[in-house]
């Protein structure tokens, strides 16, 4: 029995859904710690806006910044406790307040935020929800909101977020993936390119999966990469929580003598760190002087938490005995099904 640090699978048990919040009970002066305090939120403003805050909290004031994912930029933020009611307010680069602010209550632990962004000079309201992102291996550590950044220039490839149950067992051409109803306007996103920079620091200088064959398509140079069109595709996002993501690729690529695709699950933290990989859809031919290979594997994947993924692997060597000169044929076959469940604690088990 192996087990995988992958806290966040436990959390996709929650219908493998994005954020959800409720209401809190009003944050009390008492619940405010006196000294500084550093927390990375993320959410939503109306529906479709999402949202990264860092805000720094002293007694019944805050200081910080945010920026929406579409553009990645910082807005400043300033705000105060008054009435029970927290107003965050945006500030330009010269610290001057604008006429736009978010405004609502904590729950005690600071953990999440329920209320509204406004702008009263245009009349605009929208309701306005976030929650502190956690480190999965350990919650009472604080999660680097530069990095959260970095990290959303991959996440931006990812807004469709696919519907489960979903099974894997097919070419990208012939699948027929469903999206749940709040993504489904992000189309364009599916099957985009990933860009090298991203491949290189988020994939290949991460995931661990064992590669059957002469062509190591979790590292390859830039030339490759963009020259071959040997890229990394998105699909969408599988779940998402405050502690962790998980995202589905593709890539597929045929030399002319090999032929390569698969499917590839990975779950990140919020900074980019990666907790787990595990190839969904497999279908790889190879062959070499002597030596033909067949690796094919499909998944099914539920939205009660578990994944079940059944492979089977053909390995055929052939040729002339060095020794007598007779010919030989030798197969060998191996099937295996894995099954990732969850445990109690939030460890991902697997089970061949």
């Known amino acids: 029995m192996k087990i995988f640090y992958c806290l966040g699978i436990y959390y996709c048990i929650h219908a493998f859904c994005g954020i959800t919040l409720v209401a809190h009970p009003q944050t009390a002066l008492c619940d405010i710690e006196d000294k500084a305090k550093q927390l990375t ?26 920026h929406y994912h579409k553009y990645r930029q910082d807005i400043l933020l300033k705000g105060e406790l008054i009435d029970d009611k927290w107003i965050i307010k945006e500030m330009n680069s010269k610290g001057e307040e604008k006429n736009q602010y978010f405004k609502g209550t904590f729950s ?19 309701p306005s929800k976030f929650e502190c992102l956690k480190n999965p291996l350990n919650s009472s550590t604080t999660i680097d909101y530069e990095k959260t950044r970095k990290f ?31 993504t489904k306007t992000y189309i364009t996103d599916f099957k985009q390119n990933i860009p090298y920079h991203l491949a290189r620091n988020y994939i290949m200088d ?7 064959s002469p062509f190591d398509y979790f590292d390859m140079d830039e030339s ?48 980019g760190n990666l907790l787990a990989n595990i190839k969904t859809y497999t279908y790889v031919i190879t062959e070499g002087t002597g030596k033909i290979s067949s690796e094919k594997s ?18 055929i060597e052939y040729g002339n005995d060095a020794q007598t000169g007779e010919e030989y044929y030798n197969e060998n076959n191996k099937n295996q099904t894995l099954e990732y469940t969850v445990t109690a604690n939030g460890l991902l088990d697997v089970k061949d």
């Open 206 to 212: 991460q995931v661990n999966i064992k590669v059957n």
């Open 41 to 66: 939120y993320k959410g939503n403003i109306g529906n479709q806006l999402s949202v990264t805050l860092q805000l720094e909290f002293t007694n019944t004031s805050c200081t910080g910044r945010y």
């Open 224 to 271: 490759f990469y963009n020259n071959y069109n040997a890229e990394y595709k998105s699909i969408g996002k599988i779940f998402s929580n405050n502690k962790s993501i998980g995202l589905l690729f593709h890539f597929d690529e045929d030399t002319g003598w090999d032929e390569y695709e698969l499917f590839f699950l990975l779950v990140f933290d919020h900074e």
């Open 298 to 315: 499909w998944a099914n994947l539920t939205n009660n938490g578990s994944i079940t993924v059944i492979s089977e692997s053909i390995v």
């Open 152 to 182: 959303q220039e991959l996440l931006n490839y990812f807004d469709l977020q696919v519907m489960l149950p979903c099974k894997i067992d097919r070419g990208i051409d012939d699948m027929h993936f469903k999206w749940t109803p709040d």
């Open 108 to 126: 005690a632990d600071q953990d999440h935020f329920l209320g509204t962004w406004e702008n009263p000079v245009k009349g605009i309201t929208h």
